[in-house]
């Protein structure tokens, strides 16, 4: 029985120093699995992902990449479901106070203090701009962190603008717009005064759309959350941006969206485009822009009303509570928001194409200044944007694009779909608008605002 036992013994201090001589098996790397949009940044974003690779060995990335209306619907259907299939998801200012409500997202600070070790080094909450800051919290803790941030501007073509003898005010109205935008207008050489969204989407025609109504003295509901889109401002204002678009713009835009009208201004199409500020850098991207010498960018337009001419978003980075990888996904949302992702974008893309809007110590690098001749109208623009005051009359909202209630989602992608059809010419603005009260109305009395 001795000597059984000690050839036991002999055996297990054998196969114990064997496998100390076989090299460590390496442990596989958390995979954690991103949905984002298909906007420039983002696409650095990705093509990045070798830096992070090499950064964080122990984490890999696994994209998913979608058009801004599937990335909304995919998104909000997971987290509402809590299915969990993602790790990190990509969304904006009038999604993160909702679903922080809901409980659908962790909250970044309490992330950050749980797991301080997957916080990039340095990271500086405090120096992210403070609008950013505010509209991404709920209950005074953050609840995404911006990947890039925007108002609206006024983008134009100086070139066409010298040649035809027009000087672009630096705060332009909607009337000199329009009389800028026809003069410029020249189908015949595929040349079109002004490119604007007609996108279906709460957050593709409506974004644009709703600021113009703003200026025109419109809202979306009154005090008594009564919808107001019959409302003769309503007329007045779609009036004027269908009618500028069917006359002076670039045909089909009931399709186009932000990336179809970027393309049509970088490949000199368009004389005048009236978007996301966001959109500078890449107007001033040889590699992508051909108007690099070209583009002016001045303050959005407004109308009668200098209230909520110019919207204030960020595209964010968020941790749905379903995570399993909640402190990798930490870890990668503060590398893609942190200064040192800034460096790296510059450094390796270009100056003029990082991440615009989310960081105060961005505006104060002499290399972007430098580069970025966008960036004084860009930082003005957000910082004059007031979500709160977007409106010339008082409403029960917050948001200037859009309307920060659960329920707009749905409203202003089905009254966006009328306006759309206007635009196509497929029905008339009374119609189109006459719809869209009615929509509006049955939403907000089966949601319990109005009777």
């Avoid at 479901?81 to 990509?90: A, L, M, P, Q, Y």
């Avoid at 200026?215 to 009564?226: R, S, V």
């Avoid at 368009?270 to 590699?287: E, H, M, Q, R, S």
């Avoid at 409403?395 to 009328?418: A, L, R």
Wanted: one cysteine or more; a negative charge.
């Amino acid at each position: 029985m001795k000597k059984k036992l000690s050839l036991l013994v002999t055996l297990a201090v054998i196969v114990a120093t064997l496998s100390m001589m076989l090299p460590a098996r390496a442990q596989s790397p958390t995979e954690i699995t991103i949905i984002t949009v298909n906007n420039p940044d983002m696409k650095i974003m990705q093509g990045l992902t070798d830096q992070f690779q090499a950064a964080y060995p122990n984490i890999k990335l696994n994209w998913v990449v979608l058009p801004e209306n599937e990335l909304r619907a995919r998104v909000t259907t997971d987290v509402a479901s809590g299915t969990g299939s993602f790790d990190v998801v990509t969304v904006g200012t009038y999604e993160v106070p909702i679903w922080a409500k809901n409980g659908w997202i962790k909250s970044v600070d309490e992330l950050m203090t749980a797991n301080p070790n997957n916080v990039q080094a340095n990271y500086d909450k405090e120096d992210l701009l403070k609008p950013m800051r505010q509209a991404l919290s709920f209950e005074d803790k953050l609840f995404a962190v911006p990947f890039y941030g925007e108002s609206s501007m006024t983008f134009y073509n100086k070139k066409m603008f010298k040649e035809a003898g027009l000087e672009m005010p630096e705060e332009p109205t909607w009337d000199q717009i329009r009389e800028f935008a026809c003069k410029l207008h020249k189908p015949d050489q595929k040349q079109y005064g002004i490119a604007l969204r007609g996108l279906p989407g709460w957050g593709e025609v409506m974004a644009p759309l709703t600021t113009v109504i703003n200026t025109f003295g419109g809202k979306w509901f009154d005090e008594n959350w009564q919808p107001q889109i019959d409302s003769k401002e309503w007329h007045d204002a779609v009036s004027f941006y269908v009618n500028l678009l069917h006359d002076c713009g670039v045909p089909g835009a009931e399709a186009n969206g932000f990336s179809e009208s970027l393309t049509a201004i970088a490949q000199g199409q368009a004389a005048i485009w009236v978007d996301a500020t966001v959109a500078a850098g890449f107007l001033t991207d040889p590699k992508q822009s051909k108007i690099v010498d070209d583009v002016g960018f001045v303050m959005a337009p407004y109308a009668s009303v200098k209230k909520g001419y110019h919207w204030l978003w960020a595209w964010s980075l968020a941790i749905p509570s379903t995570s399993p990888h909640q402190a990798e996904a930490l870890q990668f949302i503060t590398w893609a928001t942190s200064k040192d992702y800034v460096q790296l974008v510059g450094k390796t893309n270009g100056w003029n194409t990082v991440p615009p809007g989310t960081r105060e110590s961005t505006y104060k690098l002499p290399e972007y200044l430098a580069a970025a001749a966008f960036a004084p109208v860009t930082l003005k623009s957000i910082e004059t944007a007031d979500p709160t005051d977007s409106t010339r009359d008082k409403v029960p909202y917050v948001g200037v694009q859009f309307v920060g209630i659960p329920e707009f989602q749905g409203i202003g992608t089905d009254v966006s779909q009328q306006i759309s059809a206007a635009i196509a010419g497929k029905m008339s603005v009374d119609d189109a608008l006459k719809k869209g009260q009615e929509i509006a109305v049955k939403a907000m009395k089966d949601a319990g605002y109005i009777q």
